[in-house]
């Protein structure tokens, strides 16, 4: 049952990988990747009406989580 599981879990990874992220990540392992994104600690605290993400500079730089989440954005798909 693991393994039924981790191979979708790896292929979304990879996919998001090579679909998403800035060049300067795009060659960082999958482990890098979860250490790195998922596995920090952040705080989401809510402001006027709007949701603000707190989370360590250390892990990675706003300039390149604020181009994957662009990435993301373009994934969207277009209502037809």
Do not use: C, D
Not at 5 to 12: D, E
Not at 42 to 63: F, G, K, N
Request: glycine residues 4%; positive net charge.
């Amino acid at each position: 049952m693991r393994l039924a599981l981790f191979v979708p879990a790896y292929n979304l990874g990879n996919f998001l990988r090579r679909l998403v992220l800035p060049p300067e990540m795009a060659r960082w392992s999958l482990t890098t990747l979860r250490e790195k994104l998922v596995k920090i600690g952040a705080r989401l605290t809510r402001h006027a009406r709007q949701l603000i993400l707190q989370m360590a500079e250390v892990a990675i730089p706003r300039e390149l989580f604020g181009q994957i989440l662009s990435g993301i954005r373009r994934l969207t798909p277009v209502p037809t």
